[in-house]
């Protein structure tokens, strides 16, 4: 089977993104496709909307991703957006907090430093809005927004809880063909509940 390059573009501040991601990157381990994680700023792309001040931590918290992937490429950004997800959609932590970012950093194995590094370094953000701009070219204006193998980029798909191992390649194996399909232009139902992250996560029945 022919390896597939999926790259998905993120925003730490999103929940139904964070497990998407999550998702692609079980389907990793299980199917022969490689993901590499780009960013996307929605304090950027909502900057003249009235909620656009919410959404700064997300901008802060991708400066940080930037520094990390400058600091150990594809492996860090990533180590850094899962430590992220995990404080802000598990643990409801603020992404604005210095301190969260600290931590974050040092669990995705660098140095806590360097979320202070990446806050300070006005080319950080520099960097993020280049490549915030050039997703936004590419059609993209919202998380997750996906592409596979260098083709045309998509919002979604949008899964609404974790799916772990051959499951989530089973997912992966209906979904795909759908989206390389390219007189398919969109495909959207209305979300009926919260994104179960957190608080929201449904309990899991016990097993007699």
């Avoid at 490689?34 to 996307?40: A, N």
């Avoid at 600091?71 to 430590?83: F, P, Q, S």
């Avoid at 083709?151 to 795909?176: M, N, S």
């Avoid at 063909?177 to 957190?198: S, W, Y």
């Amino acid at each position: 089977m022919t390896n597939q390059e999926v790259e998905i573009h993120v925003d730490p501040l999103c929940p139904w993104c964070w497990l998407t991601a999550l998702w692609l990157f079980e389907v990793e381990r299980v199917r022969p496709i490689t993901i590499t994680t780009k960013l996307f700023s929605l304090a950027e792309i909502n900057r003249e909307h009235a909620h656009a001040a919410a959404l700064k931590a997300g901008e802060t918290s991708l400066r940080v991703m930037v520094a990390a992937r400058r600091a150990g490429g594809e492996k860090a950004v990533r180590a850094t957006y899962l430590a992220l997800g995990e404080a802000s959609h598990e643990r409801s932590e603020d992404l604005g907090a210095i301190d969260v970012l600290r931590a974050a950093v040092s669990s995705a194995g660098l140095q806590a430093g360097l979320a202070d590094e990446a806050v300070a370094d006005p080319s950080t953000l520099d960097d993020l809005l280049v490549e915030h701009a050039a997703a936004v070219v590419r059609g993209a204006f919202g998380v997750p927004t996906l592409s596979i193998d260098g083709g045309a980029a998509f919002f979604g798909p949008i899964v609404d809880t974790q799916i772990t191992g051959e499951e989530a390649g089973e997912l992966w194996d209906k979904v795909a063909p759908v989206l390389v399909e390219p007189r398919l232009f969109e495909l959207k139902r209305a979300r009926t509940g919260h994104a179960e992250v957190g608080r929201h996560r449904k309990p899991v029945a016990a097993v007699h």
